[in-house]
């Protein structure tokens, strides 16, 4: 069943949220390159136990706004979006906030800057991480840029050269990028050793259409929303990293206190970025973590890939708060 689809003004743009169901807020974050379609099957199921299911198309993304400036990117100004699309959805109550991917560090912030709007906190695939000394630009620039090898946070930081990739062809896109970190991808799809000054794309393979997961109609949605959108905003996200930086190191206290939830999958390649358990490294700084799951096989695409699973986890999570 379609969702509807609900334009929120607020924080100096248009929001398009997708809505289903009655009931306690449940407000989904996407990442990247991604979209509210998503969380299409957390949709259904969160609506059906009882919850206002809804999941916005981040700035940049779909059919919201997408400023130009890199700095409208930046995570100060995003979690404000989150939290002002939260009060016009339920401007009487506090909401649940679930995040992937980018949408995971998005989340966990929100939750972390604005307690009083947001009641518990998900993050799928990204572990909750507080500001170390330095930006993580400058961690992947030494680790991988001063060896001569190719990451993709460093290929987006130039404006330009990326969203000419991208935009050339979004179905690829979808198609290469998502089944190279994904669980279905044999080991070593998504190659490690590429050299400084490759693109996104290079090496990367067509995938056999379509994944379990992942229909040829997916694909064509996902790539109409690029189509409409182009990839500037989401790519100016990973433009932020010094002022994100700046921004967090201000604050005080950064251990999340309200109810969270963990959930990633053992063959997600953002968890193999964490030296040791990202579960226990987390533990300090979520004193209310109810409980952590690494699916077993799933990848990086955790709540597409294993739906059912995600779906159950999250609706006996939400019955706890």
Known sequence: MTPDFRH???????????????????????????????????????????????????RGYGGSDRPQAVE????????????????????????????????APLAWNSALLFPDRFKAVAGLSVPYIPPGD?????????????????????????????????????????????YAISGDAPDGTWPVDKKHGDTLLHRLPEPDMPLPWLSEEDVAYYASQFEHSGFRGPLNRYRNHERDH????????????????????????????????PVEMMKPNLPG?????????????????????????????LATL
């Open 8 to 58: 929120v003004e607020t924080n100096g743009v248009t929001l398009r949220v997708a809505v289903k169901g009655e009931g306690p807020l449940v407000l989904f974050v996407h990442g990247f390159p991604e979209s509210w379609y998503s969380w299409r099957h957390q949709l259904e199921a969160v609506a059906a136990a009882g919850f206002t299911a809804a999941a916005l198309d981040v």
């Open 72 to 103: 409208a990117y930046d995570m100060e100004t995003i979690t404000r979006d989150i939290a002002g699309v939260a009060e016009a959805l339920q401007p009487d109550a506090p909401a649940i906030v679930v995040g992937h991917d980018w949408g």
């Open 289 to 317: 973590l109810r409980a952590a799951h690494l699916l077993e096989g799933c990848g990086h695409w955790t709540q597409q890939e294993r739906a059912d699973e995600v779906n159950a986890l999250l609706i006996d999570w």
């Open 134 to 178: 330095k930006p993580a630009i400058q961690v992947f620039r030494e680790f991988f840029t001063a060896r001569g090898l190719f990451f993709y946070q460093v290929y987006f930081q130039d404006q330009g050269p990326p969203e000419a990739e991208l935009e050339a062809d979004p179905a690829a896109i979808i198609r290469k990028f998502y």
């Open 246 to 277: 700046a921004f967090l190191t201000q604050l005080d206290d950064h251990k999340i206190y309200q109810p969270s939830l963990f959930i990633g999958g053992t063959r997600d390649l953002v968890l193999k970025m964490f030296p040791g358990d």
